[in-house]
């Protein structure tokens, strides 16, 4: 059974730093892509980062990039974002999930809830101004 576990979030001032886990178990966690979500408070989930299964391939959406960095340790079958500068506007909660097809390098596919099929509770993050 697929179990994905969100960590690290917070409350934090604009410009601060914050760098959320997720701990997945259940499956062969070095073989699969891995993606960040986001969901602010009446607004639709949206796509924030990916990365392959190696590490060696990410995507980002625009307004992340320069800001966040994905990573994952296959070792300790952990990822990571790391979340620098916040906004406000970055005030969400942040969810793991484990990819349901190989890496695609094309934005428009990897970033779509659908091409991830595990998903963890989330862990709220709130950036205050």
């Known amino acids: 059974q697929v179990q994905v576990v969100e960590s690290g979030g917070g409350l934090v001032h604009a410009g601060d730093s914050l760098r959320l886990s997720c701990a997945a178990s259940?499956?062969?966690?070095?073989?699969?892509?891995m993606g960040w979500f986001r969901q602010a408070p009446g607004k639709e989930r949206e796509f924030v980062a990916a990365i392959s299964w190696s590490g060696g391939s990410t995507n980002y959406v625009d307004f992340v990039k320069g800001r966040f960095t994905i990573s994952r340790d296959n070792d300790n079958n952990m990822a990571y974002l790391q979340m620098n500068s916040l906004k406000p506007e970055d005030t969400a909660v942040y969810y793991c999930?484990?990819?349901?097809?190989?890496?695609?390098?094309?934005?428009?596919?990897?970033?779509?809830?659908?091409?991830?099929?595990?998903w963890g509770q989330g862990t709220q993050v709130t950036v205050s101004s």
């Open positions: 259940g499956y062969p966690f070095s073989t699969y892509t």
């Open positions: 999930a484990v990819a349901k097809f190989p890496w695609r390098y094309d934005h428009a596919t990897i970033a779509t809830s659908g091409y991830f099929g595990s």
